[in-house]
Structure formats: C-alpha cells, structure tokens
C-alpha cells in the first residue's frame, strides 16, 4: 500500500510541476500583452476603449492573484509589490511607457 501511494504521489509530481509552468508562462503572457496593448485603453489619462481597459484591469487582477500563489522564495514579496504597482498603475490610467515599464519590468 506505502509503495503505491507513493508511486502515485511520484507520478502526480511531473503534473504538479506542468501546472506551475503553464500558470508561470500564462502570467509572462498577460503581462506581455498588458506591456503592448495598454496603449489601445488609455491615451493621455483618459480611456479610449472601454472594453480594452477592462480587461487590462482584468490581467492585472490576473497576474496579482496568480503571483501571490507563487511558492515562498526571497523573490515572493518584490514580486507580489510590484504587482500591486502595476494594478494601481493602470487603475490610476498612467502613461502607456509607465505601465509598459511595470509590466515588461514584472515578467522578466
């Protein structure tokens, strides 16, 4: 019984690891498109689409939640900060280039 429970256990860990890639590389996407298409919602302080800006404000959603699941590492906290620095970036209709900056600062 030990052996197949661990043998089960062993077998779970590559999907585990898989999952964590592709949230990883889910989150590197996000912030790649917030870097390149936030320009499409805002203009000069002001939203120019509504539909872009909101789901621009849904990806940073996205990529805050996603990061706070990350696994405790010294890198955690500053991950987690500048997160948040690039929700209120974009909630407070920032330049392009600023949010840009956070979002491309963020995935590398």
């Not at 779970?12 to 989150?27: F, I």
Request: a negative charge.
């Amino acid at each position: 019984m030990l052996v197949a429970t661990l043998l089960a256990v062993a077998a779970l860990a590559p999907t585990v690891a898989s999952a964590q890639d592709a949230g990883v590389e889910t989150t590197w996407r996000l912030l790649d498109y917030i870097g390149a298409d936030y320009a499409g919602a805002v203009a000069e302080g002001r939203i120019v689409s509504e539909a872009e800006y909101a789901e621009m404000q849904e990806f940073a959603a996205s990529v805050e939640q996603r990061i706070s699941q990350l696994p405790p590492s010294p890198e955690t906290t500053t991950l987690t900060r500048e997160a948040a620095t690039l929700k209120a970036a974009i909630a407070a209709k920032a330049p392009s280039e600023e949010v840009a900056r956070h979002a491309h600062g963020l995935a590398a």
